[in-house]
């Protein structure tokens, strides 16, 4: 398909989804793809309440976001997750935001999150006690639909490939329904959408003109420095240095944290049947 067949096609798939659910809303990050996604939604005159994650400890990493909700006048959403886990991934380590959404405590939304180590003179959370330790609770979660701009083409550096398989995720009323309008959409089409429409990106994130990821992760939400010597499963050692402590030993806990591997399902594919 051509770029316009694309859009053709994701405002018809989103008009057509809309007409049959009572509380839809945008789950939105405010990266690349989610913009092209909210700036198709607006363009249509389609005004949807947002769902905007954010972590409390760096709010400069949200400067561009907060910035776009105020000149827009968005209506946005947060709330803390369930609870927090740390996973093993295929690269790199990630703690994993557990979201509720839904009214049933079954339906929880995996967000994983990149660590980085610490590094001397920059800013880093302790992940026993600030990341793993964080405020929790549950919602009151209102809507039947939730619009993601995920891709098919989407390639993670923690899960690896993370295809699409439908259109409409359906949760069964165990949670909202799922909806990826830009199921069939490439890297290139988010580009070549953001030049042509002049889509306001995220320049501290993205080098628009080469259509890449800075290398500077510093304004990248997805990653976050934060030690975990103490709760690493891959260390060995029964005890280590903690740099929070002035480089004190302290005894490995991994053991006793919760450790969590995202099935994806969030993606388009089913569990096993119980």
């Not at 994650?53 to 997750?81: C, M, N, R, S, T």
């Not at 929880?108 to 959370?125: E, R, S, T």
């Amino acid at each position: 398909m051509t770029l316009d067949e694309k859009i053709a096609r994701a405002l018809a798939v989103t008009q057509t989804a809309l007409k049959a659910y009572k509380s839809p809303a945008f789950m939105c990050s405010f990266g690349k793809d989610s913009m092209i996604l909210l700036h198709l939604l607006r363009e249509a005159k389609i005004r949807l309440p947002i769902i905007f994650h954010q972590d409390p400890w760096w709010p400069a990493k949200y400067a561009f976001a907060q910035g776009l909700i105020a000149k827009w006048g968005l209506e946005v959403y947060d709330y803390p997750p369930l609870g927090v886990t740390l996973w093993e991934g295929k690269e790199i380590m990630a703690f994993t935001n557990h979201y509720q959404i839904g009214s049933d405590r079954r339906a929880v939304l995996q967000m994983p999150k990149n660590i980085l180590p610490p590094v001397a003179g920059k800013k880093y959370l302790c992940g026993l006690k600030q990341v793993l330790g964080r405020p929790t609770g549950t919602f009151n979660y209102p809507w039947d639909l939730a619009i993601i701009g995920h891709k098919s083409s989407d390639s993670d550096q923690i899960a690896g490939d993370v295809k699409l398989h439908c259109d409409i995720k359906q949760n069964a009323g165990i949670g909202p329904d799922l909806l990826f309008p830009l199921r069939e959409w490439t890297d290139d089409d988010i580009w070549d959408y953001t030049a042509r429409f002049s889509v306001p990106q995220q320049l501290t994130r993205y080098d628009v003109a080469n259509r890449k990821e800075l290398p500077d992760k510093t304004a990248n939400s997805d990653y976050a420095r934060v030690c975990i010597a103490c709760c690493d499963r891959r260390e060995t050692r029964i005890a280590v240095p903690c740099p929070k402590l002035g480089g004190l030993e302290v005894t490995n806990v991994a053991a006793l944290v919760p450790y969590d591997a995202p099935k994806f399902n969030y993606y388009g594919e089913q569990p096993a049947a119980a």
